[in-house]
């Protein structure tokens, strides 16, 4: 079992800014790929960002040029700094990790982004 803490979350109005913070812990051996995710009321959780211990970066179209992801290995930390926010951007915010060749693990309690004027 894996515990996420994420935080950074809250109401930031249009072409605002947040940067989100997760921290894992327990059982955590190699990680490969830590990512960030997000479910909006009524839709299914989706894909927002996801990151290697390489450092390679993948995020998906509708936040490509305005979030970035980044990682501290040594401390098995992750953080999204999100820009030019915008209504569609509200969501709970998860983030999660897997190792090489295996699926993303348990969910933590994730973050709350409401982007309102």
């Known amino acids: 079992q894996v515990q996420f803490v994420e935080s950074g979350g809250g109401l930031v109005q249009p072409g605002g800014s947040l940067r989100l913070s997760c921290a894992a812990s327990g059982s955590i051996f190699r990680i490969d790929v830590m990512g960030w995710f997000r479910q909006a009321p009524g839709k299914q959780r989706e894909l927002v960002a996801t990151i290697s211990s390489a450092g390679s970066t993948n995020y998906a179209d509708s936040v490509k040029g305005r979030f970035t992801i980044s990682r501290d290995n040594a401390k098995n930390t992750m953080y999204l700094q999100m820009n030019s926010l915008k209504p569609e951007d509200t969501a709970v915010y998860y983030c999660?990790?897997?190792?090489?060749?295996?699926?993303?693990?348990?969910w933590g309690q994730g973050t709350q982004v409401t982007v309102s004027s």
């Open positions: 999660n990790l897997r190792g090489a060749g295996t699926s993303w693990t348990n």
